[in-house]
């Protein structure tokens, strides 16, 4: 399962990013070193970590990189899950370049209401003001919660709509080169029916062959027993 960080400031924040510059999503699903017999080893010699990228248009996709056991990590990258299909990728820019605009529309906001507070922070007996800015800012905290929460559900979606693609892509891959396997044996024994046709027909030919000469022989020995 993933887990969404809620804001990117935090401390407790599950996103870093690598010395290749990949921001990471944490998900239990994809974690620790790589698996298998022989495990993938990074430029630093050591077995390579997993990662699920979280920034740009590669959102989701699982990779292997470096643990950084020995300190600052390496370059090293290598791709799990393959290329989202284009219709995801536009629909995962646009949702980063949508909380990229609801990113700085905080910001100014909240510069807006600093500037408020500081022209206002001698009017100390106004409260009724101060107690309408409070508001104010916590219906904006509501909506900007409301909608990261929106991004993040359309965000997952997508994913397990593109892992679903994938799936059903894979599958049809499978069918394609079990079809090319049936067509690949057919053809061998067409080959071979044919080869030993052509056999059959050569020692056809032989045998007529032979029995013209064995004719023109008889024939030769009845002429000569007419002219004597």
Not at 163 to 191: G, P, Q, T
Request: charge should be negative; aromatic fraction near 8%.
């Amino acid at each position: 399962m993933v887990s969404w960080g809620d804001g990117e400031e935090s401390s407790e924040d599950h996103s870093n990013a690598t010395s290749e510059g990949l921001k990471t999503l944490y998900d239990l699903d994809w974690e620790g070193l790589a698996d298998g017999a022989a495990p993938p080893r990074c430029k630093c010699g050591a077995i390579a970590a997993k990662f699920v990228d979280w920034e740009g248009y590669e959102t989701g996709r699982k990779f292997l990189g470096c643990a950084g056991q020995f300190g600052e990590r390496c370059d090293y990258v290598k791709w799990v899950d393959g290329d989202w299909p284009s219709s995801l990728q536009k629909a995962i820019g646009k949702l980063w370049e949508m909380y990229g605009e609801a990113k700085q529309g905080r910001v100014s906001d909240a510069l807006y209401c600093m500037e408020e507070k500081f022209k206002f922070r001698d009017e100390i007996t106004k409260p009724h003001h101060d107690l309408k800015i409070v508001q104010e800012e916590a219906n904006k905290t509501v909506n900007e919660k409301q909608i990261t929460l929106a991004l993040k559900a359309k965000a997952e979606q997508a994913l397990i709509d593109a892992r679903a693609e994938l799936e059903e892509k894979k599958k049809l891959d499978v069918a394609a080169s079990n079809m090319h396997k049936v067509l690949r044996i057919k053809a061998e024994k067409d080959r071979d029916k044919i080869k030993e046709e052509k056999r059959k027909l050569e020692l056809m030919i032989a045998d007529l062959v032979k029995q013209k000469e064995g004719t023109r022989a008889k024939l030769r020995k009845i002429k000569e027993l007419c002219d004597e």
